[in-house]
């Protein structure tokens, strides 16, 4: 393959240091890291590449995701199925790591190549580990779709599940790649990592990490990734120091606010970023070319090993569990404030129809008259938009006709 020639986007790229890694057997110690050994070649599709306009590799049409079986027990079966690999099996375990509400989930859906993870603008859509399982030809790669990492002061103030705090570094512990992702759109925290992030990966730096900046089809003024880059990197990528020259000055308004956290060493509170990155993506996770080629990095760095989960698997959940997230994932979108987080969910019927359509009837208990009131909605418009939405997806999901019938009721 011929040398990239000097154009304005590969001077920008060698001026950032910009390569796609292969992984190498190079020694981490824990407490420190260093780059893979330099048997690599330039990366086409990453980095600036979506910044600085320039082809995407072809790939062939991916075969669409598995469907998800209808009932617990059959996906059960599926699941404990032993994995049908071929004899050159490859595997990868990651785990995606970021501030909440930084797009995770969508990130994890467009991956996935169907919806099964709920997405929300609220925070704490995620309240616990989740995993999928993307298959293609011989590789594998095992996705944990992680909650936002939070501050155990944090967790206590807002009366949050203990998993939010515990899943994500029991994640760490099996991770073969951590993608740290960045909503490059919110000014108030996209000028530093998460400060629960950097505890995270300062804690496992023997793992390999890779940067996605994320929602840069929000941002109108491009060169701001130039200098995002600089910071969350800390001037490193891949091993290999570079300089991006300030354009404009960034106020004290816009750096994002401290957060309160006793556990954090004063040294991690002042970091704003990561000299261990082997790699940055710069997407929006809609945009599915963008993603695809994320996801083909992921399966490109798989290693020889075998597989954890037959092709027919695309997320450990069970269907309850799935339908349950997606309708809670409803309340969040259309509920004010507070009140979606106080709705108890119980599901009463779960049944295959004569024709073969999925059944479903959920509770929803709340506490209120008042939040009574306003999930039914004037004249019943709330809530059969709600079923409407959620049944919507249930059908992607399940790939079948999916009944959903929603009651709300005061809880005793």
């Known amino acids: 393959m011929a040398a990239p020639s000097r154009t304005a986007a590969g001077w920008v790229r060698a001026a950032l240091g910009i390569w796609r890694w292969s992984r190498g057997s ?71 790591l970021g501030a909440p509400n930084a797009g995770k989930s969508t990130l994890s859906n467009q991956l996935l190549g169907r919806k099964v993870f709920p997405v929300s603008k609220k925070v704490h859509t995620t309240r616990c580990q989740a995993l999928g399982v993307i298959t293609e030809e011989e590789a594998q790669v095992v996705l944990l779709d992680t909650p936002g990492l939070i501050s155990p002061a944090k967790r206590k103030r807002h009366n949050l599940e203990q998993s939010l705090l515990q899943d994500p570094w029991r994640s760490m512990e099996d991770a073969d790649l951590v993608i740290v992702l960045v909503d490059v759109s919110d000014k108030w925290t996209r000028g530093q990592l998460n400060h629960q992030v950097t505890k995270c990966l300062s804690q496992f730096p023997q793992v390999p990490s890779i940067l996605v900046m994320n929602k840069v089809d929000c941002l109108k003024q ?31 308004s816009q750096k994002a606010p401290a957060e309160s956290d006793p556990e954090a060493s004063e040294g991690l509170r002042e970091r704003v970023g990561w000299p261990c990155f082997q790699e940055i993506f710069m997407l929006s996770a809609l945009n599915q070319e963008d993603v695809e080629t994320l996801k083909q990095y992921l399966l490109a760095q798989a290693q020889p090993g075998p597989w954890e989960f037959h092709s027919e698997v695309l997320t450990s959940q069970t269907p309850q569990e799935i339908c349950a997230n997606i309708i809670r994932e409803k309340l969040l979108e259309h509920l004010p404030q507070e009140v979606p987080y106080s709705v108890h969910q119980e599901t009463k019927l779960w049944e295959e129809g004569p024709s073969g359509e999925l059944v479903i009837l959920q509770d929803l208990l709340v506490s209120k008259e008042s939040h009574l009131r306003l999930l039914i909605g004037q004249s019943g418009q709330l809530i059969s938009q709600l079923a409407q939405e959620a049944t919507e997806d249930l059908r992607n999901i399940f790939l079948c006709d999916v009944q959903l019938r929603l009651s709300v009721k005061l809880r005793r």
């Open 26 to 96: 190079a020694a981490v110690t824990r407490g420190s890291c260093a780059a893979p050994p330099a048997r690599c070649c330039h990366g086409q599709g990453s980095a600036l590449d979506h910044l600085l306009g320039i082809a995407k590799p072809g790939y062939d049409t991916a075969p669409p995701a598995p469907a998800v079986a209808l009932h617990r027990d059959k996906q059960a079966v599926l699941v404990a199925l032993p994995p049908n690999m071929p004899e050159n099996s490859r595997i990868l375990r990651v785990v995606i």
């Open 222 to 252: 491009k060169s701001v990734l130039l200098e995002l880059t600089a910071a969350l990197t800390e001037g490193v990528v891949g091993g290999r120091e570079f300089r991006v020259k300030q354009t404009f000055p960034v106020s004290k």
